[in-house]
């Protein structure tokens, strides 16, 4: 997958948690969780959302790389290219 | 024959639209089934049956504002003739008028109004009117468009009605209790290093089950006020307070929460969430509360001082998990900590038991592996 | 004819006054019959029997006068000098009449006749006049204004302002009364305390006399006396002009309120015939002059009949023309 | 800018008209020596002479059809009917003469004649001197009706209204005769076409004239405390009524409450609620309302003309009525 495939990959599994999102007004080396107010609940959907599109296991220690766009499209180019481990 | 009528979905609610009916005459009910689509100033809310047997007749159509407790169909019980209901001519007979106590303006839309929603798309059958005789008017239009949008305009006004009516008439009391979460916490992170992604839990469930515990042996706090005194509810229902995206908050209640394990009450409150979020929520989760859990943790607030949801009696609030010293077997040391807090009705109970329910909800953190 | 002054009853200008009076009643005649055929409407009010009121009033004014009339005022147009084609359009309501065809039969106004009405609400005229008058007064014109009426309008309350304020502000205005005996269907011994109207005149001041209005040269003779004396004094004079309509107030009524002896009887004072009759008496008139008269008059009311006939319609897009006219100029915002 | 009053607003305006052009006189009933009832010709006989500000009987048809005949005659006549009560008896030369003649002659003749009288109610005149017709001669085309509100209109309607080649009839509330105010010195002639906005607003259109212009402004001061901003239209122009201003006004607040000191049935508020409904029908968010006189004659106690009359509170209560919750 390409980083923009990976980028939309993203944008889409948050926008299923902040149907608002506006990508435009996003700044994507910043948290999203104060940009578009993510709860807990939003961001494990968000996870689980990722999961369910990329077909990866994201272990819960990982989650913490997933909360800038830039971030999580680094960390899942790097999942994506490892063997998975399950 | 038992007649069915417009529920009540909350304690400012006087009438409702129906937007459609979800089951047609002649079809067979069973109790809790979603018998049609209302919409309120809450939203459209699905609304149940709990009279089993068979539709007889709909007495109002799509469209119709119906005023609390306002019959809507005929139902026909096991057993009972069909035809039993004195309307023979009853496919026949008009649609019956709006009740009277809805007032003679009722229906009408100014000409302004009008041409508004058609620009914008939008159902007048929903509105309410604030125009002179309570006729629905340019801003009643425009307001709905932006809770189209923005559905927090509606809702706060619910809210504020609500919340007016409970400190207007509760007497409040405060408690706050710091509770040392870390074996709870420590617990949660290593079941769900177990468990794949979709199936983790997040410690709100674990904070959801200990009060859901802790009422089993505080019944006072479960329950509503309803004709001038409690009335304890045997169903432990917790209401979750949940904040939409947009603004405005609703609370959804988790039916059974006690007797619930963890992983399904984490599924009944995911699901719930997602449906507070998006829209489709039932009826009888909107009314069934018996008290509310309210959690402001993620937004950083230490500890909440909550407001009571009428008719329920208590609202236990959580505030964020911080790293406090604290002194563990004689010994400082780092300790994540939450503060629960509770608010109750004076009423129904003092301080004192107050105490004793945080206390109990505390215990129960002590020991995850037993929730 | 010079205005005012003496008549001259020389042969040429009776025949012309006889030859003005069977126009008339000749027009009127063909009027009768068009509006019977469907090609005039409304009301109709035919002014046979009283020409001679007409033809000999009009002697006496110029060019520069004014005429107010009524809406029994085809004779008084005629005699003025209004075509009889473009009267008669406007009887048919086309373009081509004199109002434009937006009057008809009661509202015969003409700028360049300064033919003022027209006039349908009894005694409407008569402030009118007077106000034409004082316009003359303020502006130095030494014009007359004639004012004619019927004697119903004599009861109007407009008759006794438009007098007094007449004779107080000195004004140069020819009151006519035409008194045929009848407002409408009531008898005048039956609407008038005083029906000697002379008087009703004379009681404001105003220097007035009656005169047989079925002889037209004794009318052209009182009308250049009288109009003599307004010029000269500059100040209202009053005529009372007797006389008698042969036929119905409008176009048909079942006339319940007058007897046809009476009606007989007052035919046989016919200006015309006895204009005729007069003529004859005299060798003034030869029957060959008076059939020669009457094809003249014959053949411009088959032209007036047959123009009125060919004129145009007002389309009606131009309905609401000349309701109001345009502002003058741009004018200045307020706000400005 | 100088102080001055609504009559002599007036005044200087007749002086105006006068001595711009020699064709204007003043004619009507004591409006030379005893100087107008109102005092508006109060000096003018002094400075233009009997010819120019001429007495008459109590005449009514007679001088106001000589007024028309005298504008046919060539001259600018400004005939003063003392009040709108007394007009009833020259109504017949308003109507059928001086608003028909234009027409009926097929435009050769044009009546250049400015009617002005005194309306209105509210000095305790009882039944037969309180009368408001502004509304039946606004019914009648041929002429045009006019009703000065402020002194600028006072002051600048008289001109415009002796240029134009209709009959005018300029209608002066009586009790706005003592409103004082400052007048620029070069206030002049203003157009008798439009409605003005004398006070912007949002919330809904107060439309009046006349002397219940200021009942109107008085009421959108009361409304603006409560939190309704009115804005309040004049219409000046009775005949022709200028819909685009009353238009713009009601597609934007989306509400209107017209103002008439006439009575309801039939009124001039009725034509101005039935245009809007006729023209702005998809932009109203309430009924038309109208503030009218009570259906009665005028009583002579004060507090019982009071109660008949279009008031202030009135206006208030109306307006609260078209907001519904919203005020």
Redesign the interface.
């Known amino acids: 997958m390409t980083d923009e495939e990976l980028r939309k990959a993203v944008l889409t599994a948050l926008a299923s948690v902040a149907p608002e999102l506006d990508e435009a007004a996003l700044a994507p080396g910043k948290s999203f969780r104060d940009q578009l107010d993510i709860d807990s609940m939003d961001f494990l959907n968000y996870v689980i959302a990722l999961h369910e599109a990329l077909r990866i296991e994201i272990p819960e220690a990982d989650q913490r790389h997933l909360t800038t766009i830039n971030d999580a499209v680094a960390y899942l180019r790097r999942r994506l290219s490892q063997p998975t481990g399950s | 024959m038992p007649e069915f009528r417009m529920p009540s979905l909350g304690a400012d609610m006087e009438a409702g639209i129906l937007v459609e009916w979800l089951k047609k005459p002649g079809e067979r009910v069973s109790r809790g089934d979603v018998i049609a689509v209302v919409e309120t100033q809450k939203g459209a809310i699905e609304i149940e049956v709990f009279q089993p047997g068979t539709i007889e007749r709909q007495m109002v159509q799509p469209g119709q504002k119906v005023a609390v407790g306002a019959p809507m169909a005929l139902i026909r019980g096991e057993g009972e003739a069909a035809g039993a209901a004195p309307a023979p001519a009853a496919p026949a007979a008009p649609i019956p008028a709006p009740p009277a106590a809805l007032g003679p303006a009722a229906g009408r839309v100014s000409p302004a109004a009008r041409r508004r929603a058609t620009e914008l798309g939008l159902d007048l059958a929903g509105l309410l009117g604030s125009g002179p005789g309570g006729a629905v008017g340019l801003a009643d239009v425009e307001a709905a468009a932006a809770r189209r949008t923005q559905p927090a305009a509606a809702m706060r006004e619910v809210i504020g009605a609500a919340m007016a009516r409970s400190k207007r008439e509760i007497p409040h009391y405060y408690l706050g209790h710091t509770v040392d979460l870390e074996p709870a916490l420590l617990w949660l992170e290593a079941e769900n290093l177990k468990r794949p992604v979709a199936e983790r839990m997040l410690y709100g469930v674990l904070l959801l089950k200990a009060v859901a515990l802790a009422l089993h042996e505080y019944p006072e706090f479960n329950g509503v006020w309803s004709g001038g005194r409690f009335q304890p509810s045997e169903q432990i229902n917790p209401g979750v307070a949940v904040s939409l995206r947009q603004g405005g908050l609703i609370a959804p209640s988790i039916n059974g929460a006690d007797r619930l394990t963890l992983p399904q009450l984490m599924a009944a409150l995911r699901d719930l969430v997602r449906r507070a979020r998006v829209g489709g929520l039932r009826s009888s989760e909107l009314s069934d509360s018996t008290i509310t859990v309210t959690s402001l943790g993620e937004q950083g607030s230490e500890s909440v001082y909550p407001v009571i949801y009428p008719p329920q009696v208590a609202i236990v609030g959580f505030g964020a998990v911080a790293t406090r010293p604290w002194v563990v077997d004689g010994a400082i040391a780092p300790r994540r900590v939450i503060v629960s807090s509770l608010a109750a009705d004076h009423r129904v109970s003092d301080g004192h038991r107050g105490a004793r329910f945080l206390a109990a909800i505390t215990a129960r953190l002590r020991e995850p592996d037993r929730l | 004819m010079a205005p005012g002054g003496k008549t001259h009853l020389d042969r040429g200008h009776l025949l012309f006054l006889l030859k003005e009076m069977l126009r008339i009643r000749r027009f009127e005649e063909r009027c009768a019959e068009l509006y019977s055929a469907g090609k005039i409407r409304g009301f109709l009010h035919l002014y046979i029997g009283e020409e001679a009121n007409a033809v000999g009033v009009m002697q006496a004014i110029g060019v520069d006068d004014?005429v107010?009339s009524t809406y029994r005022e085809h004779g008084h147009a005629l005699a003025r000098g209004i075509a009889a084609r473009a009267l008669m359009a406007e009887m048919y309501g086309k373009v081509e009449?004199?109002?434009?065809?937006?009057?008809g039969s009661m509202?015969v106004?003409?700028?360049g006749a300064r033919f003022?009405?027209?006039?349908a609400?009894v005694g409407?005229g008569?402030?009118?006049?007077?106000?034409?008058?004082?316009?003359?007064r303020?502006?130095g014109l030494a014009r007359v204004t004639v004012c004619i009426f019927g004697e119903g309008a004599a009861a109007e309350?407009?008759f006794h302002?438009?007098l007094?304020?007449a004779a107080?502000w000195k004004l140069p205005v020819l009151f006519v009364c035409e008194n045929n005996r009848y407002a409408m269907g009531t008898a005048i011994e039956r609407e008038q305390s005083q029906i000697d109207l002379v008087r009703h005149a004379e009681s404001y001041g105003i220097k007035s006399e009656a005169v047989d209005g079925m002889d037209v040269v004794a009318v052209e003779v009182a009308a250049r006396r009288a109009t003599a004396a307004v010029r000269d004094a500059g100040a209202p004079y009053f005529l009372e002009n007797r006389t008698y309509r042969f036929r119905a107030h409008s176009m048909y009524d079942p006339e319940l309120y007058r007897s046809k002896a009476e009606v007989e009887e007052w035919k046989q004072r016919d200006p015309i015939s006895k204009l005729d009759a007069w003529l004859r008496d005299a060798g003034f008139l030869h029957p060959d002059d008076l059939r020669r008269i009457e094809d003249e008059i014959a053949a411009e009311i088959d032209d007036a009949a047959a123009f009125a006939e060919a004129g145009r319609w007002e389309p009606v897009e131009d309905l609401a023309?000349?309701?109001?006219?345009?502002?003058?100029?741009p004018?200045?915002?307020?706000?400005a | 800018m100088s102080a001055t009053s609504y009559r002599e607003a007036v005044r200087a305006a007749l002086r105006d008209a006068l001595a711009r052009d020699p064709r204007v006189f003043l004619m009507g009933e004591d409006v030379g020596r005893y100087g107008g009832s109102y005092a508006c010709s109060k000096g003018l006989l002094d400075e233009f002479g009997p010819e120019r500000i001429r007495d008459t009987p109590l005449s009514e048809a007679g001088f106001v059809g000589a007024g028309i005949g005298a504008a046919l005659g060539g001259m600018r006549p400004i005939v003063e009917i003392m009040t709108v009560n007394f007009s009833l008896l020259a109504l017949d030369q308003i109507v059928n003469n001086a608003a028909t003649i234009r027409h009926m002659s097929g435009g050769q003749f044009n009546i250049p004649l400015v009617i002005r009288m005194a309306t209105g109610a509210g000095r305790q005149l009882a039944a037969q001197h309180s009368h408001s017709f502004e509304g039946w001669y606004a019914h009648v085309p041929g002429i045009r009706v006019v009703a000065p509100a402020t002194l600028d209109d006072a002051r600048g309607m008289l001109w415009t209204a002796i240029e134009d080649p209709n009959p005018v009839v300029i209608f002066e509330h009586a009790t706005l005769y003592n409103l004082e105010g400052d007048l620029p010195e070069g206030a002049g002639a203003v157009d008798i076409d439009r409605a003005r906005v004398r006070r912007a607003g949002r919330d809904v259109s107060l439309i009046a004239y006349g002397g219940s212009l200021h009942k109107a402004m008085t009421a959108a001061d009361r409304l603006s405390a409560e939190g309704v901003e009115a804005e309040v239209i004049d219409l000046r122009s009775l005949r022709p009524i200028d819909d685009a201003t009353i238009m713009a006004s009601v597609r934007k607040t989306h509400r209107a409450v017209v103002v008439d000191e006439g009575w309801r049935t039939g009124s001039l508020a009725a034509e101005v609620s039935a245009r809007i409904t006729e023209q702005a029908f998809y932009d109203l968010d309430a009924p038309v309302a109208r503030v009218c006189t009570e259906e009665v004659p005028i009583p002579y106690p004060k507090h019982l003309e009071d109660a008949a009359l279009p008031q202030p509170e009135k206006i208030v209560t109306s307006t609260k009525a078209l907001m519904g919750s919203h005020a």
Not at chain 3, 97 to 103: F, K, T
Not at chain 3, 331 to 335: G, H, I
């Open positions: 004014a107010v009449g004199v109002s434009r065809g937006r009057g509202h106004f003409d700028a003022y009405g027209g006039n609400i409407g008569l402030p009118l006049a007077v106000g034409l008058a004082l316009a003359d303020m502006r309350g407009a302002e438009s007094n304020l107080l023309r000349d309701v109001v006219a345009p502002p003058p100029a004018r200045r915002d307020a706000a």
